[in-house]
């Protein structure tokens, strides 16, 4: 086939794909979340920091409130942390993109549980040996990973269990089984502007190393790395509870391209 050809079949296939997805959220009622995401990809550039933790260095992480322990997902669990109304109602799109993720079964989702086996969270660790499985599903999102190297992607908490602190230490824990697959650095990537998310890397272990720029217009995404700018560098550090200057991370300097 030629290549011109199967790249314009490609680029239908993805429209039709998305227009699927819109017209679904519309008929369910989710017209807002429609048009948002419909300008996101039509037009926009966001950023997001690149996290990194180093298993070599010994971390230890702030305990959640409760008890928790770390195992591989078994059937059943993505409903308990996913099937809750409010949730449906509120994140829609999210709620499907984590179950999308789970029905393409990409090793290897881990679950924090309680002391009776309840989920409280989950989230993926892959590995480089996934590096293919990857990039099909995210497209350019993320980085190939190296040899010695897993990314950490996919959270998410069961809302019944706010404010009982589960993100750190379920995050920390998940980490630490990549020496399980043969590697030392993990790597995961956040919303500059989602400091929650921000926080509970860090109290994690994690720390940014890279800038992930994202560029969406009519409907092509294009995905850049840079250097952290000194100034959204010290913004994070402000913002996520460190001693430097006080700056919105959102008002620092953009990278250009």
Not at 22 to 51: C, P
Request: charge should be positive; glycine fraction near 8%.
């Amino acid at each position: 086939m030629n290549p011109k050809n199967y790249a314009g079949q490609s680029f239908l296939k993805s429209i039709l794909g998305k227009a699927k997805k819109g017209l679904k959220l519309i008929l369910k009622g989710h017209f807002s979340v429609f048009w948002n995401q419909f300008y996101y990809r039509l037009n926009s550039t966001s950023l997001s920091f690149g996290l990194q933790r180093d298993l070599h260095q010994v971390f230890t992480p702030r305990p959640a409130k409760i008890n928790i322990s770390v195992r591989l997902m078994k059937e059943g669990d993505a409903n308990v942390i996913l099937d809750h109304e409010e949730l449906k109602r509120s994140f829609p799109e999210l709620v499907n993109k984590r179950r999308k993720l789970v029905k393409a079964n990409i090793p290897n989702c881990y679950v924090a549980v309680t002391d009776d086996d309840t989920p409280c969270y989950l989230q993926w660790l892959m590995g480089p040996e996934q590096n293919e499985r990857i990039q099909s599903f995210f497209g350019k999102a993320f980085p190939k990973l190296d040899k010695d190297e897993a990314l950490l992607e996919g959270a998410f908490a069961n809302p019944a269990f706010r404010g009982m602190g589960v993100m750190p230490e379920a995050m920390s824990k998940i980490t630490t089984e990549a020496v399980n697959i043969g590697v030392h650095r993990v790597i995961t990537f956040v919303s500059i502007g989602n400091i929650p998310s921000l926080k509970g890397c860090k109290r994690a272990g994690f720390s940014p190393y890279v800038l992930k720029k994202d560029r969406r217009f009519l409907f092509q995404h294009k995905v850049s790395f840079h250097a952290i700018p000194d100034d959204m560098l010290s913004a994070y550090h402000e913002a996520t509870g460190g001693r430097r200057k006080r700056m919105s991370i959102k008002k620092a300097k953009m990278v250009s391209g």
